[in-house]
């Protein structure tokens, strides 16, 4: 099974600023200042002895942002729902970082009912909510549930590519051209190189070895092509997979396994949690 503590970092490394499919800000909830702090202070190391103290403050800080964006004035009533909803999504989220899991649960369910009215305004924060949802629910065991999330956030990120595809001429390509992806694009491969990670633990929990085998095949293709990766743990997990394929038979799938840990090891790479450093 993959492990986990990479995506902890990169679920956080989100910007709090997102841009729509189409490449134009989709509303101004993303500027709002108490996202961009409450975020800043949701990726905060935790105190040991307190370790949920920085994520209660965040939600904090984002509950308070939400009473007053539904009384302000001057605003758009669908302006302020959608507002309200992404910064209800984000506190959920946090939430569900912490003890406080049904909590997290409702805000995230709740702000979906919103965002998914417009999904093309939203696609990263979506993905990553049913990704957060699905993670839930396969930690419930739900693994019905589970696949049912990550599901959903795959094929939102399906259908959204093959559209910005079509309307940049090809330039949204594969993940290996991220030179050439636009920006707007960074956070929703983010996100979907996650949904594929929970994919894999739900496969592998429901003994679904084929199905998970190609799910951490292609996580671990999208985090070496991305270079957001921990070495030492990408490397286990290629080797695991490199065992899965020994014990099917599959001899040259897994040769391959092994020499691309070979090719990765002899690069002489130095990492630090985040972007590799060559």
Known sequence: ALRQSYFSDCLLACTSRMMCSDGTHGTDAYAHPSLAAAVALSAREPDESQPYDHKYASAQLLADAISAASVA?????????E??????????????????????????????????????????????????????????????GARARLVQA???????????????????????????????WD???????????FLAQVHG????????????????????????????????????LSGYYVAQHGFVIAHYCLEAVDHVRLLGVELTWGRIQT
């Open 73 to 81: 004035d001057g605003i758009d009533a669908a302006d302020c729902d």
């Open 83 to 144: 507002q309200v909803a992404v910064l209800r999504a984000r506190r959920g989220l946090v939430l569900l970082e912490t003890d406080l899991l049904p909590d997290g649960q409702a805000d995230v369910e709740a702000a979906l009912a919103v965002l998914q009215q417009r999904p093309s305004r939203h696609l990263g924060l979506l993905i990553e909510c049913h990704n957060a949802l699905g993670a839930l629910q396969s930690s419930r065991d739900d693994l019905d």
């Open 154 to 184: 795959k094929q939102l990120y399906a259908a959204h590519r093959r559209s910005a595809e079509g309307s940049l001429g090809g330039v949204a390509g594969s993940h290996a051209d991220a030179a050439s992806t636009p920006s707007v």
């Open 187 to 197: 956070d929703v491969e983010r996100q979907h190189t996650s949904t594929l990670f």
């Open 205 to 240: 929990h429901a003994g679904e070895r084929q199905q998970s085998a190609e799910c951490c095949a292609a996580t671990l293709q999208r985090q070496l092509d991305s270079g957001e990766f921990q070495l030492q743990e990408w490397v286990q997990n290629l080797l695991q």
